[in-house]
């Protein structure tokens, strides 16, 4: 049963932009926070960023570049990835639930989406 509903992904160009967006398909209960991780091939799924109340969290490696939104009403939330690098290909999973800067407090999960940046 999908829960979250990921699009935005796709093929850019290194220097592009894409926005992933991730709606909630029904009412979720316990969330508090929402945000994107993503998974390289060989690689652990790794947090991009998170956003909770107004408090924003970033990786290291995206700061400056990415940008996280949230409609706390509809439960939906945006990646908005500038200056994109052949590094941030991944496929980008959107999580909810009461924490979500770790993988252990994410309570959903979406079915992913490819984001592939051509250098």
């Known amino acids: 049963q999908v829960q979250l509903v990921e699009s935005g992904g796709g093929l850019v160009q290194a220097g592009g932009s894409l926005r992933l967006s991730c709606a909630t398909s029904r009412t979720l209960f316990s969330i508090n926070a929402m945000g994107w991780y993503r998974q390289a091939p060989g690689k652990q799924r790794e947090l991009v960023a998170a956003?909770?109340?107004?408090?924003?969290t970033y990786a290291d490696s995206v700061k400056g570049r990415f940008t996280i939104s949230r409609d706390g009403a509809k439960n939906t939330v945006w990646l908005q990835m500038n200056s994109l690098k052949p590094e941030d290909t991944a496929v980008y999973y959107c999580?909810?639930?009461?924490?979500?800067?770790?993988?252990?407090?994410?309570?959903?999960w979406g079915q992913g989406t490819q984001v592939t940046v051509s250098s």
């Open positions: 956003i909770s109340g107004g408090k924003t």
């Open positions: 999580a909810a639930g009461l924490v979500v800067v770790m993988t252990t407090g994410v309570r959903y």
